[in-house]
């Protein structure tokens, strides 16, 4: 059973950076497209970006610019590099596939603070 781990999460204002990570036990990334996700209060989880097995990348208009995602498949690992962050920012971020293949992990808090 996979199992996805998020963290680096926090509060900070606006304009700020913050680095999210997403480890994976249970299985390899291999060659599964991987993606982040957020979901706000009240709203429904969206989509952040997304990266292939080559490197190639995606995103979201409203982080594009902004947001960095990155994978090293030797390490099982993803990250989201967030910067010029802001107040609509604010969400759980979630890691998984690109298409939400493996049963969804806590999350990490992203508070965007004005």
């Known amino acids: 059973q996979v199992q996805l781990v998020e963290s680096g999460g926090g509060l900070v204002q606006a304009g700020g950076s913050l680095r999210l990570s997403c480890a994976a036990s249970g299985r390899t990334f291999g060659n599964d497209a991987m993606g982040w996700f957020r979901q706000a209060p009240g709203k429904e989880r969206e989509f952040v970006a997304s990266i292939i097995w080559s490197g190639s990348t995606y995103y979201a208009n409203s982080v594009k610019g902004r947001f960095t995602i990155s994978r090293d498949n030797s390490q099982n690992t993803m990250e989201l590099q967030m910067n010029s962050l802001k107040p609509e920012d604010t969400a759980v971020y979630y890691c998984?596939?690109?298409?939400?293949?493996?049963?969804w992990g806590q999350g990490t808090q992203v508070t965007v603070s004005a």
């Open positions: 998984n596939t690109a298409f939400g293949s493996y049963s």
